[in-house]
T-cell receptor
Framework: KNEVEQSPQNLTAQEGEFITINCSYS?????LHWLQQHPGGGIVSLFM???GKKKHGRLIATINIQEKHSSLHITASHPRDSAVYIC???????????FGTGTRLQVTL | DTEVTQTPKHLVMGMTNKKSLKCEQH?????MYWYKQKAKKPPELMFV???????INESVPSRFSPECPNSSLLNLHLHALQPEDSALYLC?????????????FGQGTRLTVV
């Protein structure tokens, strides 16, 4: 069983819509990364969270440690936001990231 | 400089060839990672270097041989690969291998084995 579960797997939105991607993780994961990957491209780190909330431009990430749940929100979505969004849990004791399966987002005009 | 630079961006190699992938960072990070990513799948960890020493090998076949010549460089030497090894190979680095620090990824090398 994967220690990091993401939903939804696929998401289509119209430009301007508010988008939420969810991530649940298991015990032992001490921090969550949200990553973005465009088709055929490398990975860009959006946020790393171990508590609370972070905001960067139109992106907001939250984490609830008690519920072991994190969300990535995109406000006023735009076609250039189309990408795969991946949450990854950091297991400090194992010095590695465990990746979710990713959410494929398509934002249309 | 917050970049992880990987070269080459694309590589086509035959099954009898020997080639190397290179990764470089100048952020003073002491942990460096190799990941393999197949299409529409999440990255899979291959190796972790911690303070220039190999700390994790995720049971990777010996036809993949990592090397960390110094704290800024990470190589992945390839020999006698199979077509199923074709994938995107991603390098990443983070400030510390143990503490919760942000990971920075390179753009990857897209490898095709023919």
């Amino acid at each position: 069983k994967n220690e990091v579960e993401q939903s939804p797997q696929n998401l289509t939105a119209q430009e301007g819509e508010f988008i939420t991607i969810n991530c649940s993780y298991s015990v032992g994961i001490s921090a969550l990364h949200w990553l973005q990957q465009h088709p055929g491209g490398g990975i860009v780190s959006l946020f790393m969270l171990s508590s609370g909330k972070k905001k960067h431009g139109r992106l907001i990430a939250t984490i609830n440690i008690q519920e072991k749940h994190s969300s990535l929100h995109i406000t006023a979505s735009h076609p250039r936001d189309s990408a795969v969004y991946i949450c990854a849990g950091y297991t400090g004791t194992a010095s590695k990231l465990t990746f979710g399966t990713g959410t494929r987002l398509q934002v249309t005009l | 400089d917050t970049e992880v630079t990987q070269t080459p961006k694309h590589l086509v190699m035959g099954m009898t060839n020997k080639k190397s992938l290179k990764c470089e960072q100048h952020m003073g990070h002491r942990a460096m990672y190799w990941y393999k990513q197949k299409a529409k799948k999440p990255p899979e960890l291959m190796f972790v270097y911690s303070y220039e020493k190999l700390s994790i090998n995720e049971s990777v076949p010996s036809r993949f041989s990592p090397e960390c010549p110094n704290s800024s460089l990470l190589n992945l030497h390839l020999h006698a690969l199979q077509p199923e090894d074709s994938a995107l190979y991603l390098c990443a680095s983070s400030q510390d291998p143990i503490l919760n620090t942000e990971a920075f990824f390179g753009q990857g090398t897209r490898l095709t084995v023919v």
